[in-house]
């Protein structure tokens, strides 16, 4: 098993809080939850796009419960970036009560450590996202290099960010990304 190159910050939550994997059964209430904290707009950014109709990584699919609600969900899609799959996360979202409480961060440190703890964390390399970097840096993040990353929408490059699984699994990623 590859070892993990971070295991990320220590998280604490203002909350109660459960992490769990999606199930089939939490479909609605995550696709509400999405809405409500991104609205209709998600649909035109590039990480929607970019994620296209590819089902996510069931082991790496999370809720963050608090009681019995849905409150945070993330997951982690593959992509094709150039001529390698990597898997992009996203969307990480939080219900507005729970915002600044921990829950974004909780869901973070369990899909990253998932996600280097795994078996498959050699075959995918890397984590992308498009996103905060002072948030996401504690969790491994860090830009990508200049014009390494070209997508079917236009995205700032500054917030394109990567983040090995295992030893160099970042290394040599350039091109054109794209669902696969």
Not at 25 to 37: G, K, S, Y
Not at 79 to 97: A, C, F, H, N, T
Not at 112 to 119: S, T
Not at 121 to 133: N, T
Request: proline share 11%.
């Amino acid at each position: 098993m590859p070892k993990p190159t971070k295991s990320g910050p220590k998280v604490e939550t203002n909350l109660p809080v459960e992490i769990c994997l999606e199930t089939t059964d939490d479909a609605t209430e995550v696709a509400a939850l999405i809405e409500r904290v991104f609205g209709p707009a998600i649909l035109t950014r590039a990480a929607h796009v970019l994620r296209g109709d590819t089902p996510s990584v069931p082991q790496f699919t999370f809720v963050a419960r608090s009681a019995g609600v849905i409150i945070g969900t993330v997951r982690l899609t593959p992509i094709r970036w150039g001529d390698r799959d990597i898997l992009m996360l996203g969307p990480l979202g939080v219900d507005p009560s729970a915002k600044n409480m921990g829950v974004g961060r909780l869901l973070m440190k369990t899909v990253m450590d998932a996600a280097c703890a795994d078996e498959a964390a050699a075959k995918w390399g890397a984590v992308m996202l498009v996103g905060d970097p002072p948030y996401y840096k504690p969790f491994g993040f860090k830009p990508v290099a200049h014009g390494a990353f070209n997508a079917p929408l236009p995205v700032d490059p500054m917030r394109v960010l990567v983040a090995p699984l295992v030893e160099g699994g970042d290394a040599g990623l350039r091109g054109v990304a794209r669902p696969v």
